[in-house]
T-cell receptor
Framework: EAGVAQSPRYKIIEKRQSVAFWCNPISGHATLYWYQQILGQGPKLLIQ????????DSQLPKDRFSAERLKGVDSTLKIQPAKLEDSAVYLCASSLGGQEARGYTFGSGTRLTVV | GESVGLHLPTLSVQEGDNSIINCAYSNSASDYFIWYKQESGKGPQFIIDIRSNMDKRQGQRVTVLLNKTVKHLSLQIAATQPGDSAVYFC??????????FGIGTKLQVIP
């Protein structure tokens, strides 16, 4: 079974620039999550999709972050404009939906550095 | 707000010894706990889970203990191997899907 694919693996941008991350979940997984993991900390949920609908975006900084999941498959997460504190690894995870957390599969993440 | 946290940020263990990683949680409503392993450059990987109606669960070389009285969770790794070197996170959820992660403990295995 192919895993969760994310791209790019690394990205360096200047503050106030824009950036986008892409995630392709495991085929058939209805639920998709974006997490932000700051160095030395645990991942923090940004947004959860069920198919192409948003289930939870309570911790998404909506003034600068946006995410979409068109057609209920791939997803993109965008930051505009970026701040220094956005430097982190952005992890995408997927699950079949209705599963407990043991059913999550994480991608390897995109490491963002804002300078 | 309520959170999940770890006591030790770094743990060094001799190869072959047993490792114990501890975690404290503060949300008394938590009813499901998970341990994840995260290797460098990779996403978290599920290791073992436990429900709040249990106090112990065993897997292959790993055991999770839950003490609800003091809101404490631990992960025991038997006969620690170099491949066990990673950051370990405890996490909790009060229900399906949304997971709250702790800070993490780095396990270093000394050959």
């Amino acid at each position: 079974e192919a895993g969760v694919a994310q791209s790019p693996r690394y990205k360096i941008i200047e503050k106030r620039q824009s950036v986008a991350f892409w995630c392709n979940p495991i085929s058939g997984h209805a639920t998709l999550y974006w997490y932000q993991q700051i160095l030395g900390q645990g991942p923090k949920l940004l947004i959860q999709f069920q198919n192409n609908g948003v289930v939870d975006d309570s911790q998404l900084p909506k003034d600068r972050f946006s995410a979409e999941r068109l057609k209920g498959v791939d997803s993109t997460l965008k930051i505009q404009p970026a701040k220094l504190e956005d430097s982190a690894v952005y992890l995408c995870a997927s699950s079949l939906g209705g599963q407990e957390a043991r059913g999550y599969t994480f991608g390897s993440g995109t490491r963002l550095t804002v300078v | 707000g309520e959170s999940v946290g770890l006591h030790l940020p770094t743990l060094s263990v001799q190869e072959g010894d047993n490792s114990i990683i501890n975690c404290a949680y503060s949300n008394s409503a938590s009813d499901y706990f998970i341990w994840y392993k995260q290797e460098s450059g990779k996403g978290p990987q599920f290791i073992i889970d436990i429900r709040s109606n249990m106090d112990k669960r065993q897997g292959q070389r790993v055991t999770v203990l839950l003490n609800k009285t003091v809101k404490h969770l631990s992960l025991q790794i038997a006969a620690t191997q170099p491949g066990d070197s990673a950051v370990y996170f405890c996490a909790e959820t009060g229900g399906y899907q949304k997971v709250t992660f702790g800070i993490g403990t780095k396990l270093q295995v000394i050959p």
